[in-house]
T-cell receptor
Framework: AQSVTQLDSQVPVFEEAPVELRCNYSSSVSVYLFWYVQYPNQGLQLLLKYLSGSTLVKGINGFEAEFNKSQTSFHLRKPSVHISDTAEYFCAVSGGTSYDKVIFGPGTSLSVIP | NAGVTQTPKFQVLKTGQSMTLQCAQDMNHEYMSWYRQDPGMGLRLIHYSVGAGITDQGEVPNGYNVSRSTTEDFPLRLLSAAPSQTSVYFC????????????FGPGTRLTVL
């Protein structure tokens, strides 16, 4: 079965510093990849997604992610974080052997320190 | 356009009780799904539906039932609640394709005593 790994459960970072949140997936066939964000006590909303084409995907709030097929990774980056970026971030995958299912990783809690 | 709505927002049950979590969407989406969110485990797929009358199991379906009689509604039933079902439950919908964005409801926080 398809799976998603997020290697860091918690990432503290100082305000205005860069951040990278790591995501790896397991699949031998083409998949679609997503990053969702969950602000405290809210539902999830889409940050960005990779469908095909350019491996660098830009999303909302200055986030971007790079798809690396050989390393089966889809890491999320932001060059300068703000306090308001404090949230839980989830990597997700659909397609491939999961067909219509969307499978989420365990999440990474990003804490921005003033 | 309300998007995805869930009721109730909070619920406390005793072990063995049954209840239904409601989910509705007004975007005419074919695909709907239920997830549970537990600390350190992310979102785990319980059941999903690719259209009215069609449902399938996700990663953790045991103890839950679903049905999809209309495009708009996708209720989740707990037949006999257990403490292990204490969680936050999210409903989501998307248009139809595997590449489409999922839209999430605000969640239901369920506690089973």
């Amino acid at each position: 079965a398809q799976s998603v790994t997020q290697l860091d459960s918690q990432v503290p970072v100082f305000e205005e510093a860069p951040v990278e949140l790591r995501c790896n997936y397991s699949s031998s066939v083409s998949v679609y990849l997503f990053w969702y964000v969950q602000y405290p006590n809210q539902g999830l909303q889409l940050l960005l997604k990779y469908l095909s084409g350019s491996t660098l995907v830009k999303g909302i709030n200055g986030f971007e992610a790079e798809f690396n097929k050989s390393q089966t990774s889809f890491h999320l980056r932001k060059p300068s974080v703000h306090i308001s970026d404090t949230a839980e971030y989830f990597c997700a995958v659909s397609g491939g052997t999961s067909y219509d299912k969307v499978i989420f990783g365990p999440g990474t809690s990003l804490s921005v320190i003033p | 356009n309300a998007g995805v709505t869930q009721t109730p927002k909070f619920q406390v049950l005793k072990t063995g009780q049954s209840m239904t979590l409601q989910c509705a969407q007004d975007m005419n989406h074919e695909y709907m799904s239920w997830y549970r969110q537990d600390p350190g485990m992310g979102l785990r797929l319980i059941h999903y539906s690719v259209g009215a009358g069609i449902t399938d199991q996700g990663e953790v379906p045991n103890g839950y039932n679903v049905s999809r009689s209309t495009t708009e509604d996708f209720p989740l039933r707990l037949l006999s609640a257990a403490p292990s079902q204490t969680s936050v439950y999210f409903c989501a919908s998307r248009s139809e394709g595997r590449a489409d964005t999922q839209y999430f409801g605000p969640g239901t926080r369920l506690t089973v005593l």
